[in-house]
């Protein structure tokens, strides 16, 4: 009788290992399957929490076994501690989704709700459609429309780790995963995912600096202002500019290790795709955390209670504006409101 992020099918049934228990976030129950390991959460009802096992539930390292598997690790540094990058992350991300949000495309927030996991422990379930039918490469809109190359993402962020899976329903064969663990180095971590021997062997490491700047076709279209690092300084807490070295020498840092596989099965197609989509996320990454740093000044200083409760407005907005792409002519369409004045609803930081 619930409502579900993705209906499960008609002949779904309940095992009868399901497990109940009380959810540490709130009244919330929530059930787990005991022999479902890292089953994610799809569901909720009222203050309830369904954990529903799947038939082939996405493993936190899914296999790598097929030629066509790409798997890239990004080690992007960051001149903060980590409870501070939490509370900038969570502020930029809501930032940038604003700015990328208007009457025609942008970001639908489907179901925000905690969740509880074996491997990954507590934390939050979010669930996005990316309606961003404007950046879509040329050459995918060749042979397909760009509205049906929505991109759906689910999102499971437990501090310091989270897993991100990427589809798209055009190309049902392929996946995108990311497992972020995030630690209080500089990149030195040599195998913070826990991968085997032969992962190790095929995985692909870069360390991405925020002070560069790149200039592929992504980073052309990721809607981000322009700044230049290496001359920004902060006035709140003093760091900065980033010049040549800093990776080695600031303090506080820490580093975001994310691994990121795609698989691709799709013959004449696969590996451009695959390409594609990583370069994509590399490009996110940069421009996402560049403005982490460079908006430091707006959210240093703010708690998790602040931005949780800026989220739920952000939701609000974002569907907002969205649902006026269907009426055309209102005096209204494109018009919503700032993060700053979203700060000012909650409470301001200063």
């Given amino acids: 009788r619930g409502s579900f992020a993705h209906p499960p099918a008609s002949n779904l049934r309940f095992p009868r290992n399901l497990k109940l228990f009380p959810s540490p976030h709130s009244s919330s129950t929530a059930f787990l399957g005991n022999g479902q390991k890292s089953s994610p959460p799809c569901g909720f009802e009222k203050g309830l929490i369904f954990v529903l096992p799947t038939p082939n539930p996405p493993s936190h390292h899914p296999d790598t076994a097929s030629a066509m598997v ?5 080690r992007i540094i960051m001149p903060m501690s980590m409870e501070e990058y939490e509370i ?4 930029t991300i809501m930032k940038m989704e604003q700015q990328n949000t208007n009457g025609k495309e942008g970001v639908e927030v489907l179901q925000q709700v905690p969740f509880e996991d074996e491997k990954l422990g507590e934390g939050q379930f979010t669930s ?3 309606h961003l039918q404007s950046k879509i490469p040329s050459w995918m809109k060749g042979f397909a ?3 049906s190359l929505a991109v759906h993402e689910d999102s499971w962020s437990a501090y310091p780790k989270s897993r991100t899976v990427i589809k798209c329903p055009l190309f049902s064969k392929c996946s995108l995963t990311i497992d972020t663990v995030i630690r209080p180095d500089n990149g030195c971590s040599e195998n913070a995912h826990n991968l085997n021997s032969q992962q190790l062997a095929e995985r692909e490491v870069e360390i991405v600096d925020i002070a560069s700047v790149s200039r592929d076709y992504w980073s052309k279209v990721i809607t981000a202002p322009k700044v230049d690092l290496t001359t920004f300084k902060s006035q709140r807490t003093d760091r900065g500019p980033l010049l040549n070295g800093w990776m080695d020498s600031c303090r506080p840092v820490m580093t975001i290790y994310k691994l ?20 994509g996320e590399r490009a996110l990454f940069l421009a996402c955390h560049r403005m982490c740093f460079a908006w430091i000044d707006e959210w ?19 569907k907002k504006t969205l649902k006026k792409a269907a009426k055309p002519g209102s005096k209204h369409e494109g018009k919503r409101k700032s993060l700053k004045d979203e700060i000012a609803v909650v409470g301001s930081c200063t």
């Fill in 70 to 74: 790409q798997i890239k690790e990004f």
């Fill in 88 to 91: 900038g992350l969570s502020y």
């Fill in 128 to 130: 996005k459609v990316y």
């Fill in 145 to 147: 429309s760009a509205s």
């Fill in 260 to 279: 990121v596989i795609m698989d691709a099965p799709i013959w004449g197609l696969g590996e451009r795709l695959e390409d594609c989509l990583i370069a």
């Fill in 300 to 318: 240093y200083g703010m708690t998790m209670e602040q931005i949780r409760e800026m989220e739920r407005h952000t939701d609000l907005l974002l």
